[in-house]
């Protein structure tokens, strides 16, 4: 399964992005239960951001709540990351991720760099 992130770039603080992880096959599968979005930061350790599952459950990290919207469009097997409200701290190198669970994922994507300006 390919991955391909696209949306990335450079926004000013308060501002908001889009990002879609397109895949090269269908996500409507078992194996593809997991869709999720990861960031690493420059000296950081990779983060899981947001996932969602097959029938639509969704988690985030505390850091993201309430700002970030993750869904997935399984007809176009594509997975979306709205991100409102971007802080400097969003900052990061974003990686679409898929597999059984969210936490151990099987396909990567090689990412998209989103700025958050001050």
């Known amino acids: 399964v390919q991955l391909v992130e696209s949306g990335g770039g450079l926004v000013q603080v308060g501002g908001s992005l889009r990002l879609s992880c397109a895949a090269s096959?269908?996500?409507?599968?078992?194996?593809?239960?997991?869709m999720a979005w990861h960031r690493q930061a420059p000296g950081k350790q990779r983060e899981l951001v947001a996932s969602?599952?097959?029938?639509?459950?969704?988690d985030y990290a505390d850091s993201v709540k309430g700002r970030f919207t993750i869904s997935r469009d399984n007809a176009e097997n594509t997975v979306y990351l709205q991100m409102n409200s971007l802080k400097p701290e969003d900052t990061a190198v974003y990686s679409c991720?898929?597999?059984?669970?969210?936490?151990?994922?099987?396909?990567w994507g090689k990412g998209t760099l989103v700025t958050v300006s001050s």
């Open positions: 991720s898929a597999g059984l669970w969210a936490w151990a994922p099987n396909y």
């Open positions: 096959e269908s996500i409507d599968s078992l194996t593809l239960n997991a």
């Open positions: 969602i599952t097959r029938g639509g459950s969704t």
